[in-house]
């Protein structure tokens, strides 16, 4: 009797210690096994993980198996971040279009592989070369931008846009000449083109020659009355020929065509400080200051209107305020604020 209780006493022991062994084994293999879950929801569970960039590998029992990665939901837990697939265009016109949204989003380097392909599929496509010169421009490469607007014009020399680029690039070269000519080639061509009088209004600025700039900012505005950009050109000659009132006016008609736009109040701002308008002035410089508070070059010129005002107070607040954006002031304007306000800071 005795003898058997030993054995059950024994046999209870081994099997204690057997489950403790297995469970054991079983804890440590899972604890360093890795763990692949499917997007179908099947779990697999092995070693050895390995992953590249198109398929993932793991050990099963002696086993190797792959899965594509598109076929993956989870690694060890860990969702499976994928980079998005690139669609590879055939069609040129796909490309075209494509391109163009990018460019509007201002991806210009994808606008630009777009457009590459596109020219690739169709290469007598002058469109293609066009704007993929203005995907150079953008990045800033002017010399191939030039290269591209001159493919453009060699397959089609009745293209307005591409001369219009063309002259616009030059331009960013400082070289007028060349610019200038490029644009009154597209007028010629297309002489209802509003862009390209002011693009030629603004090559004429640049050299000197306001009068003529005048004459096709006010060419463009007949083509385009919601132009921005032909108002507020024209009215940056206004003030090169300190015709303030003319300025001011069309600083004003900017506004109404785009009240959220801040720059135009900013603009409107300084001509009436030139005019000694501060209390106009304020008002115009407030409003930009509501439609973007973030912008220190705004709070300066805020702090350079209350200087004028004698406001030293709330001059230190903006010169604080921008300075703390990044904004560096003037040295010249701190110094004379620290003079008259009696203050160092």
Not at 28 to 47: I, K, M, P, Q, Y
Not at 91 to 97: A, G, H, L, Q, V
Not at 225 to 254: Q, W
Request: glycine share 6%.
């Amino acid at each position: 009797m005795k003898l058997k209780n030993k054995q059950l006493l024994l046999f209870q022991v081994f099997s204690l210690i057997f489950i403790s062994l297995v469970f054991f084994m079983f804890f440590f293999s899972a604890a360093f096994a890795d763990t692949v879950r499917l997007n179908s929801g099947t779990v697999v569970v092995g070693e050895n993980l390995q992953k590249t960039d198109k398929y993932l590998q793991i050990e099963v029992g002696g086993l190797v198996l792959k899965f594509n990665l598109a076929d993956v939901a989870e690694v060890n837990g860990v969702r499976l971040e994928r980079k998005p697939a690139v669609v590879e265009l055939t069609d040129f016109r796909d490309c075209i279009r494509r391109g163009k949204l990018y460019f509007a989003q201002g991806k210009f380097d994808k606008a630009l592989a777009d457009f590459n392909q596109a020219a690739q599929l169709n290469p007598g496509l002058a469109e293609a070369y066009n704007l993929r010169g203005l995907a150079y421009s953008r990045m800033g490469n002017l010399g191939m931008a030039i290269n591209d607007y001159n493919k453009a014009i060699g397959i089609d020399p009745a293209d307005a846009s591409a001369y219009l680029n063309r002259g616009l690039a030059y331009a960013r070269e400082a070289n007028f000449s060349l610019g200038l000519g490029d644009c009154t080639k597209a007028i010629e061509i297309n002489p209802k083109m509003p862009d390209a009088y002011s693009a030629r209004a603004t090559i004429y600025f640049f050299k000197g020659n306001l009068d003529e700039a005048i004459s096709d900012y006010t060419r463009a505005l007949a083509f385009d009355p919601k132009s921005t950009d032909a108002f507020m050109g024209r009215a940056l000659v206004y003030v090169r020929k300190g015709n303030l009132d003319h300025a001011i006016a069309d600083y004003s008609k900017a506004i109404e065509i785009n009240p959220k736009d801040p720059v135009p109040y900013i603009s409107r701002a300084l001509a009436n400080m030139k005019k000694e308008d501060f209390n106009q002035a304020l008002a115009d410089i407030n409003q930009a200051v509501q439609l973007n508070p973030k912008d220190g070059f705004i709070l300066a010129s805020r702090a350079k209107i209350y200087f004028k005002m004698k406001d030293y107070f709330r001059a230190w607040e903006d010169v604080h305020e921008a300075q703390g954006m990044g904004h560096k002031l003037d040295d010249n304007f701190i110094e004379e604020l620290k003079s008259v306000s009696g203050r160092d800071q």
